[in-house]
């Protein structure tokens, strides 16, 4: 069973910093580009952030350019989001998700992990 | 930025009607080697990750049920439930992956009439 786990979101104070974790299961990992995609309490969804399956070339919106850096290990089925600066704007529930194919434009998102909440408060 | 436009925000539909959910790409999304638009369609369930329904415009995904079908006519693209059953209630959005930064619609929530 193809499936996305995530992990480390939690309450941080305005310019904190946080790393989520998606751990990931039932496919060739390295095979996929992975994402990060968030939603703000009751709103619509917003793409963050790209990692081809190679993991050499990373993509980000430019609301997190230079604040989060997207990683992963293809041997350890695993994609990581390192956030920075953190911003009250950027409370929202993060999910990660695998592209149909190992490059940013060639398909959309097929799989979907149920999400981590990253809250920033004071 | 490619802008992505929903329309309506959300509908009523009756059970067994059909609902029309409507998107707009704010410049070409199709794709040079394959000619086929870089769109896909997802449905998201309160308290629920998204799933997606339809990319390239029209490709169903496997599990998905026909009555879901895509269809594209230039940068004007349309999700139609063609008989609205009542587990389908739910936020719809568009997204395309035509150009980075990926986009999404702003999303249209279908209910019961």
């Known amino acids: 069973e193809v499936q996305l786990v995530e992990s480390g979101g939690g309450l941080i104070q305005p310019g904190g910093s946080l790393r989520l974790s998606c751990a990931a299961s039932?496919?060739?990992?390295?095979?996929?580009?992975m994402g990060w995609v968030r939603q703000a309490p009751g709103k619509g969804l917003e793409w963050v952030s790209t990692?081809?399956?190679?993991?050499?070339?990373?993509f980000y919106a430019d609301s997190v350019q230079g604040r989060f850096t997207i990683s992963r290990d293809n041997s350890k089925n695993t994609m990581w989001m390192q956030m920075n600066s953190l911003r009250p704007e950027d409370t929202a529930v993060y999910y990660c998700?695998?592209?149909?194919?190992?490059?940013?434009?060639?398909?959309?998102?097929?799989?979907w992990g149920q999400g981590t909440m990253v809250t920033v408060a004071s | 930025d490619i802008v992505m436009t929903q329309s309506p925000d959300s509908l009523a539909v009756s059970l067994g009607e059909r609902a029309t959910i409507n998107c707009k790409s704010s410049?070409?999304?199709?794709?040079?080697?394959?000619?086929?638009?870089?769109l896909a369609w997802y449905q998201q369930k309160p308290g629920q990750p998204p799933k997606v329904l339809i990319y390239?415009?029209?490709t169903r995904e496997s599990g998905v049920p026909d009555r879901f079908s895509g269809s594209e006519s230039g940068t004007d693209f349309t999700l139609t439930i063609s008989s609205l059953q009542a587990e389908d209630v739910a936020v719809y959005y568009c997204q395309q992956y035509h150009r980075s930064p990926l986009t999404f619609g702003g999303g249209t929530k279908v209910e019961i009439k």
């Open positions: 410049q070409s999304i199709l794709h040079s080697s394959n000619n086929k638009n870089q």
């Open positions: 390239w415009a029209s």
């Open positions: 998700a695998k592209g149909r194919c190992g490059d940013l434009l060639c398909g959309a998102f097929d799989v």
């Open positions: 039932g496919f060739t990992f390295s095979g996929y580009a």
């Open positions: 990692v081809v399956g190679a993991g050499d070339r990373a």
